[in-house]
């Protein structure tokens, strides 16, 4: 029998909305959204592994500022998971988080860390628990928390909890770029002007870089002119990125970080190398999104 291993490491994607339409208000305050997701290889890590007495370290370049008592996300994850199993079932652990995703960024970092602590921590403890059943705990701790547990080109509808995967979704190079400002989520919902937007296009039938470009080009992300005005920095990232030669340009979820989709892997590597080179406090990194199953 193979030993058991003993500490693993899971990856917390970084969640790109690739377009994003506001459709509504619930009476609660929170907003209907209509939005194409992926994940992208690059994210935060965090290392889960048996302990004596639970711990969680934060490193990384965005370590700063993240909260490391209760009131981070990994940790509410790690008590809303135990409340639900018993303290019996769920013994003490270590978590370490790799912060490299810039916060309150628009990229879902500390609802994806909450999402990686809930798959890995259900792992570890061996818990008779399916997605379902973590995406109901996990929305519980934020609106974001199901589509990051499922972490694959997904339709967001509902206020972003009500999923339906994207077959046939394909992989894309993308760069991220965040001129180093921070936005609040709730500050920008607060400034949209409307809220009763038409829900996102059909899909085209078949899904490659240009049919999805081509597509884009007729979405929006709703958030986007209310971020801008909140966060003006926000216009020189998506114009870096025009510049750098992006197919195209759009900010992710309340922003501040906008993505460029480049045609490969390599040009987009190059965009970012010019992007850093101009801008070095900037956030910048070349990336592939997952492609569906
Ligand atoms: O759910 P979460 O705590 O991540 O959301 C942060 C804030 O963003 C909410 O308090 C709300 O103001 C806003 N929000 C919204 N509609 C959504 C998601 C978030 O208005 N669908």
């Given amino acids: 029998m193979e030993p058991e291993a003993k500490s693993r490491t899971w990856l917390a994607p970084a969640k790109i909305n690739l377009a994003l339409h506001v459709t509504g208000r619930r009476v609660d305050g929170y907003h209907l959204l209509d939005s194409l997701v992926v994940f992208t290889r690059f994210g935060d890590r965090l290392q889960i592994e048996p302990a004596e007495a639970d711990a969680f370290a934060v490193s990384g370049p965005f370590a700063a500022g993240v ?3 209760d009131g981070n996300l990994v940790i ?10 018993g303290a019996r079932a769920t013994p003490p652990v270590a978590i370490r988080l790799e912060k490299n995703l810039p916060i309150a960024s628009g990229v879902g970092g500390g609802s994806s860390d909450a999402a990686a602590a809930l798959n890995g921590l259900a792992r570890l403890w061996k818990l008779d628990i399916d997605e379902a059943g973590l995406a109901r705990i996990g929305l519980t701790l934020g609106a974001d928390l199901p589509m ?30 965040n ?43 709703d958030l986007e002119p209310a971020a801008r005005t909140v966060q003006p920095g926000i216009g020189d990232a998506l114009k870096a990125l025009e510049k750098a030669g992006a197919g195209f340009a759009r900010m992710s979820g309340s922003g501040a970080t906008c993505f460029g989709l480049f045609e490969t892997g390599n040009v987009a590597k ?8 101009r801008h070095p406090g900037w956030f910048v990194a070349a990336t592939r999104s997952m492609e569906a199953d």
């Fill in 76 to 85: 509410k994850a790690r008590d809303a998971l135990r409340r639900e199993a």
């Fill in 148 to 177: 990051c547990l499922r972490a694959k080109p997904l339709i967001a509808r509902g206020i972003g909890d009500e999923l339906s995967p994207l077959a046939g979704f394909p992989a894309l190079a993308l760069v991220l770029v």
């Fill in 67 to 69: 909260p490391l008592d």
């Fill in 179 to 221: 001129p180093g400002v921070a936005v609040s989520t709730p500050e920008v919902f607060k400034a949209l002007s409307r809220r009763d937007n038409e829900a996102l296009p059909p899909l085209p039938g078949r899904l490659d870089f240009h049919t999805i470009r081509n597509w884009l080009e007729t979405t929006r992300n």
């Fill in 270 to 277: 190059r965009a970012a190398i010019e992007i850093r080179g």
